[in-house]
Nanobody, 121 residues
Framework: QVQLVESGGDLVQAGGSLRLSCAAS????????MGWYRQAPGKQRELVAT???????NYADSVKGRFTISRDNAKNTVYLQMNSLKPVDTAVYYC???????????????WGQGTQVTVSS
């Protein structure tokens, strides 16, 4: 089994910064794409950013230039650096990853439990 645990969510003022972390644990053979999604109250869950195992990145238009996704393969961890935060960024942020377990040997998609980010005006 592979588990994803997010951390770093907090209450911040508009214009501030936060750094989210998501650590994968368990009997892991390999991790492919990792990403961050977010869901605001009453809204659909949306893609924020993704990063491949080699470091190629993609971002939602709404966060380009403000957010940066990165990963540390040695630590099985993905990060989301969020700068110039706006109230519209307020949401629960979820970590997502494609991973192959050492025991099962098959590729599955996993979700973290989410971490709350609140940006005040």
């Amino acid at each position: 089994q592979v588990q994803l645990v997010e951390s770093g969510g907090d209450l911040v003022q508009a214009g501030g910064s936060l750094r989210l972390s998501c650590a994968a644990s368990g009997s892991i053979f390999s991790i492919g794409f990792m990403g961050w999604y977010r869901q605001a109250p009453g809204k659909q869950r949306e893609l924020v950013a993704t990063i491949s195992s080699s470091g190629s990145t993609n971002y939602a238009d709404s966060v380009k230039g403000r957010f940066t996704i990165s990963r540390d393969n040695a630590k099985n961890t993905v990060y989301l650096q969020m700068n110039s935060l706006k109230p519209v960024d307020t949401a629960v942020y979820y970590c997502n990853a494609d991973a192959v377990g050492r025991v099962g040997g098959l590729l599955y998609n996993y979700w973290g439990q989410g971490t709350q980010v609140t940006v005040s005006s």
